[in-house]
């Protein structure tokens, strides 16, 4: 098949690049390289199955062009990371907002199956975990900025949905909750590559709060695996579903998890959420998945650890610390 990924130059989009290739399709992305790298698709350049596109999903008449010519349409570009999205809010706002009219209208014009990642940042305020797709939702004043991205996304969740009642598009919305691994960078603030970074370095592990807050990680390979089976099976169209791995851990918890299984000798500093977001940021205490939508439609199961997870990440910031030692 011909398959576009939009983003597919950044973390989750390189890894579907890379398994949608290795299953024999046609891969092309388009990407404007706002947090992604050419690095994580240089390995695919030269090859006859592959296209890369340096441009913006907001062009519409080339976003046209590429979907009419696609059979399969996974839409990966989006503002991601707390820090861009504190920093330049409009960008968020509009890549995501108006990427996803324009992904949606002409996929629904030209009958394409389309994927459409959403963020268990929708599930905003919530304290009541496992969080289940169909929960009530409560967030913050559209005065703190980090709620637009959640805003953002869950209008994309309510487009997709509409154009799917009423034109039976065959869309899927997939929350994604914090997904890992080798390629993302830590430096729109994701936690993992921040402090396994630090670790490997020996520096200091920098933990915004009190670190008592958690989360829950799910290695990119099961993520992936999760995407091109749910865009494959026609009873997932129309629904929202949640993708992640259930085990949690404190972010203190993490960061001496990263040191352990280094074997750093970096410290734990902590610093508070206001000296690096300005004052008045809102975080979530506990973010965790239920599955048992995944679980039932798709026998969605994730087979990796967080300590795979963590093996992974070092694995890959020593080997690019080993190649620049023997370049200097
Ligand atoms: N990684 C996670 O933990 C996570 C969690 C929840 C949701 N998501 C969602 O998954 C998707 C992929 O996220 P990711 O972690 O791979 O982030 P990423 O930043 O690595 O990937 C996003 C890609 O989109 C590209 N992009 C941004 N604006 C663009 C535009 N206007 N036109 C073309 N390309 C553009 C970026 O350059 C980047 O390559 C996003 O929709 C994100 O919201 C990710």
């Not at 890894?15 to 992604?36: N, P, Q, R, Y």
């Not at 994927?115 to 929960?135: A, H, N, W």
């Not at 009190?210 to 829950?216: F, I, P, T, V, Y």
């Not at 070092?314 to 080993?322: C, G, L, P």
Request: glycine share 8%; hydrophobic share 40%; charged share 25%.
């Amino acid at each position: 098949m011909k398959i576009l990924i939009t983003g597919g130059a950044g973390f989750v989009g390189s890894h579907l690049a890379d398994k949608l290739i290795a299953e024999g399709h046609e891969i092309t992305v388009v990407d404007d390289f706002s947090t992604g790298r050419y690095s994580n698709v240089a390995h695919l350049e030269g090859r006859s199955d592959f296209r890369l596109i340096v441009d913006t999903v907001l062009n519409a008449k080339l976003m046209e062009e590429l979907i009419r010519d696609s059979d399969r349409v996974f839409h990966m570009a989006s503002a991601v990371g707390v820090r861009l999205i504190m920093e330049q809010p409009v960008q968020t706002i509009e890549t995501i907002f108006r990427g996803t009219d324009i992904v949606l209208g002409f996929c629904s014009r030209y009958r394409k199956r389309v994927l459409i990642p959403s963020t268990s940042e929708v599930y905003g305020k919530g304290t009541s975990v496992p969080f289940r797709e169909d929960d009530d939702i409560q967030k913050g004043s559209t005065s703190k900025h980090r709620w637009a991205y959640a805003c953002a996304k869950e209008l994309d969740e309510f487009l997709a949905l509409a154009f799917w009642k009423e034109t039976r598009l065959p869309v899927v919305v997939v929350r994604l909750f914090n997904t890992v691994g080798p390629r993302q960078t830590g430096q729109y603030g994701m936690v993992v590559p921040r402090f396994v970074k630090s670790a490997v370095n020996n520096e200091p592990i920098t933990v915004y709060g009190d670190g008592e807050q958690s989360r829950c990680f799910g290695h990119v390979s099961d993520v992936v695996e999760g995407l091109t089976t749910l865009i494959e099976t026609p009873k997932c169209f129309g629904r929202v579903i949640n993708i992640g791995n259930p085990e949690e851990i404190s972010i203190k918890g993490l960061a001496e998890k990263a040191i352990e299984m280094t074997g750093s000798s970096s410290e734990i500093e902590f610093i508070p959420y206001e000296e690096v977001y300005g004052a008045g940021f809102e975080d979530m205490k506990r973010r965790v998945p239920c599955i048992d939508r995944a679980n039932e439609l798709i026998g969605f199961k994730p087979t990796r650890t967080l300590d795979d997870i963590i093996n992974d990440v070092a694995a890959e910031f020593q080997d690019s610390k080993s190649s620049t030692a023997e370049s200097a």
